[in-house]
């Protein structure tokens, strides 16, 4: 078996591997920090940016460390790359899945159709095609697409009715809006929604 530790191989592997780490954790802490005032809302695309950056890249390591353990330590060329996965951060994860359940002990299984992870995947590789570009696109080609905001958002509300439930999030809103009544908080907020619509005090709440 080659020694790899001290080749330039191993040098540019592990500085990709420090790539795609630094960017999954920027964009979790970006994504963390966002929000819809005019100081944090841009933090949503720099998170989508250093989240799409991230994945991908760690997920092409994975495409090349196996095809190097398969082709006798010969990484594949960059024209392989860009030809079969390109962006293509889906179909990547799911061909990465295949080579971890062929490496791993247990095997794992890929998220369902229109799940809310299926769907985390569709907005990352639509992010890293074309949707980076939405509000440029948009300004002379209005169409029906919400845009990665929008997207985003309907994402989190699917996943916080599965996390939290109908139930609870119903109450919690009751009881918000019942405290905003009473202290005579109505209206309209200064901010826009996640659809560029004008925001109630309450959903801003």
């Not at 080659?2 to 540019?12: C, I, M, N, P, V």
């Not at 990709?16 to 005032?37: M, P």
């Not at 495409?63 to 960059?78: A, F, G, Q, R």
């Amino acid at each position: 078996m080659r020694d790899f530790r001290f080749s330039r191989t191993f040098t540019l592997l592990q500085q990709e591997g420090h790539l795609a780490r630094a960017s999954l954790l920027s964009g979790i802490d970006l994504l963390l920090k966002a929000n819809l005032d005019e100081s944090k809302i841009g933090n949503f695309y720099s998170a989508f940016f250093q989240l799409t950056i991230g994945i991908e890249r760690i997920l092409k390591l994975v495409v090349i460390t196996n095809h190097m353990l398969e082709n006798n330590y010969i990484p594949p060329t960059d024209e392989e790359l860009r030809k079969k996965y390109g962006h293509n951060i889906k179909a990547t994860y799911l061909y990465a899945l295949t080579v971890r359940n062929k490496w791993g002990h247990e095997k794992v299984v890929a998220p369902v159709s229109g799940s809310v992870e299926d769907k985390m995947l569709d907005f990352l590789e639509s992010f890293a095609n074309k949707a980076r570009y939405y509000n440029l696109r948009e300004l002379n080609n209005t169409t029906a697409d919400p845009g990665p905001l929008g997207n985003w958002y309907s994402i989190c509300k699917r996943a916080a009715r599965a996390e939290i439930g109908y139930v609870k999030l119903d109450k919690d809103a009751e009881r918000i809006m019942y405290q905003m009544d009473q202290a005579g908080l109505v209206g309209y907020s200064a901010r826009f929604d996640f659809d560029g619509h004008p925001m109630t005090l309450f959903d801003d709440y």
